[in-house]
């Protein structure tokens, strides 16, 4: 089943139709822009079904109503702006989802004891043979 995702850059001056995207689900194979622009849609439904208009959500999230009408667009914003409009939306939870806790392997666990990993181990170097001026 295919959407039809329709992107609003909106001025100051008008709206209009940016990009006209068709697509089946948020993928790797999608731009940054097309998964943007799905995300946007899809926190202004969750936003209209919560029964708030952009206004009421701005002020309850303590933002601008131009960043939310520019989120709902489909433009970037920072990461902690749009943690504050799920909050409000009750969608924080569905953070877990997108990026679950890995549990630790039983061998990493048996190795660690129970210790976080707190770096990255070095690569080994490949063997090096002993290097000669050229005579």
């Not at 909050?87 to 392997?105: W, Y």
Request: with cysteine; glycine share 4%.
């Amino acid at each position: 089943m295919l959407f039809l995702v329709l992107c609003y850059d909106i001025d100051a001056k008008n709206a209009s139709i940016r990009n006209l995207r068709r697509f089946t689900k948020l993928s790797a194979e999608n731009t940054d822009a097309a998964i943007l622009c799905e995300l946007g849609l899809r926190l202004a439904r969750h936003r209209i079904d919560a029964g708030m208009s952009q206004a009421t959500l701005a002020e309850q999230a303590g933002v601008a109503k131009r960043t939310v009408e520019r989120i709902e667009a489909g433009h970037g914003s920072e990461l902690a702006t749009l943690l504050r409009l799920l909050r409000i939306l009750k969608l924080i939870g569905a953070l877990d989802a997108l990026i679950p806790e890995l549990p630790p392997s039983p061998m990493a666990q048996l190795k660690r004891r129970d210790k976080p990993r707190r770096r990255v181990a070095r690569r080994a170097r490949a063997a090096t043979t002993s290097w000669n001026w050229r005579e």
